[in-house]
């Protein structure tokens, strides 16, 4: 639980010597609770509150990477329970299963579908973030092999799975033996070290919580995170107490449940804990295993843990028709709620565009412009969209905030040279806000046109639009 301002206040040396640059040691506690200045600026504070205010400052959900690079997974420094509070700051994983025991051909087939599961929407690319082999054979050379196949064809981030850490080690441990040539395409530097698991930095999981400790001595070793599966709350406060002891910092929960509800229930009473209560016990990001085995439930119950704080959700189906349902409502939750998704302010070419082609203006809200644009390829006519920046805001919204007016809007045009890219001065504006069209053709001397209200209706129009 964060320091109040007079909680840091009383840790203070209230002297009022403004060293800090504050004129007084109040004044400065108050910026410290407010996160705007750090303790450094204090010269006299001693150790001993230095160790407190640094350790409260700490986020109550520690930071866990997965991987290494531009893809590493980061998990955790939550802050809020909701995201209205303030923001997520960090998006679930999205991870696939793949386990042991499939046959060759069937691992091939299904590591091809899993590279595949690429997307765009809005302008972003969206895509899973991991693979976790499961040790279901029992087979330490079998778990081995499959995971060591996995990693020379993916450049995804890693989870090894199993029950015995003799697996988890034995993968560590062959990997790193392996010559240059196994798999055959691994002749380059670059390709052996993707096989080396040491390299990887891949989280562990510990199936069985008895087993932690073993665990923990290789996490400890390889400096990889480790994920151990509880059965509750109070199991899970005593094994990562047991096993930050052992050295290992970099820990995520995983909880057993007789179904969604058991452990939704769990994934809340522990971030809230954590959060309100300052539980470091229990400080952790969470990990999710989905047990459905229809489509569509498992989709409901990955959803659902997504909406409900699991850091890392780990689904089994590998459709497209069922991961991009999920990737997207990831990418709804952990949008900033303060920050709108936006495009740059520009203007955008629809189709072979020329200079007798209509311009349609709009918001620069990234759904607004992606809709639009998507009506105008599909109406087969050619047309220039010029996106106004009004701060991501959707069309009502910005002309309602003043973002989005006949002046900001001839403001656009002109500094964009519009007039230098088409042969005419015609301008088609939003229908829903026609009641600027006599202004903004007054100031730009441009002819309005007022378009559709709604983008599903662009097609019709401009297929029947005589400029």
């Known amino acids: 639980m964060a ?10 040396p209230k002297t009022n010597c403004k060293d ?6 109040l004044a400065f506690a108050m910026a410290l609770a407010q996160k705007k200045a750090s303790l ?21 959900i520690k930071l866990v990477t997965i991987g290494a ?54 302008g972003r690319q969206i895509s899973i973030d991991l693979i976790c082999i499961k040790n279901s054979s029992g087979d330490l050379a079998r778990f081995a092999d499959v995971a060591i196949k996995v990693a020379g064809q993916t450049d995804m981030n ?14 560590f441990k062959v990997s790193g033996d392996r010559k240059p040539g196994f798999p055959a395409e691994a002749g380059s530097r670059q390709k052996r070290e993707n096989l080396h698991y040491g ?10 919580g008895s087993a932690a400790d073993s665990f923990a001595e290789i996490a400890k070793k390889y400096n990889v995170p480790l994920a151990i599966t509880c059965s509750g709350a109070q199991d899970a406060a005593d094994i990562t107490n047991r096993v930050r002891q052992a050295g290992v910092e970099e820990i995520v929960i995983s909880l057993k449940g007789k179904g969604i509800s058991d452990k939704i229930q769990g994934f809340t009473f522990i971030r809230r804990t954590a959060l309100k209560n300052n539980a470091r016990s229990l400080g952790y990001p969470l990990l999710a295993f989905t047990d459905a085995v229809e489509p569509y439930a498992e989709l409901a119950e990955a959803v659902s843990y997504v909406l409900k704080y699991a850091s890392l959700v780990i689904v089994k189906n590998v459709d497209k028709d069922f991961i991009l349902p999920l990737l997207v409502a990831r990418q709804d939750i952990y949008s900033d709620p303060q920050k709108p998704v936006q495009v740059e302010p520009k203007v955008y070419e629809v189709g072979k565009v020329g200079r007798a082609s209509p311009v349609i203006v709009t918001t620069n809200f990234s759904i607004t412009y992606f809709t639009v644009a998507g009506e105008v390829e599909a109406s087969k006519v050619p047309a220039y969209i010029v996106c106004c920046d009004a701060e991501g805001m959707s069309v009502l919204t910005a002309w309602a905030a003043e973002k989005f007016t006949p002046e900001s809007i001839c403001e656009t045009i002109e500094s964009m040279g519009v007039d230098k890219i088409v042969g005419h001065k015609k301008l088609i504006i939003p229908g829903y806000v026609s009641v600027m069209s006599g202004k903004l053709e007054e100031i730009t001397g441009w ?20 400029l």
Do not use: W
């Not at 800090?20 to 040691?25: R, V």
């Open 3 to 12: 320091l109040t301002g007079l909680d840091i206040y009383k840790l203070l």
């Open 20 to 25: 800090c640059g504050f004129a007084t040691c």
């Open 40 to 60: 450094d600026k204090c010269p006299h504070v001693t150790k001993e509150a230095r160790e407190i205010l640094e350790s409260a400052s700490q986020p109550p």
């Open 69 to 122: 690079g531009e893809k590493k997974l980061e998990m955790g420094n939550e802050t809020v329970m909701y995201r209205h509070e303030q923001k997520f700051y960090h998006p679930a994983g999205i991870g696939i299963l793949v386990e042991d025991t499939l046959k060759d051909a069937e691992l091939d087939d299904r590591l091809s579908k899993i590279n595949a599961l690429k997307f765009e929407r809005v």
């Open 158 to 171: 890693l989870a090894l799975s199993s029950k015995s850490s003799s697996a988890i080690e034995e993968v």
């Open 199 to 208: 390299s990887r930095r891949p989280l562990i999981i510990c199936e069985e």
């Open 447 to 466: 002819k309005i046109f007022v378009g559709p209200r709604e983008a599903s209706g662009i097609p019709n129009y401009l297929r029947s639009l005589k």
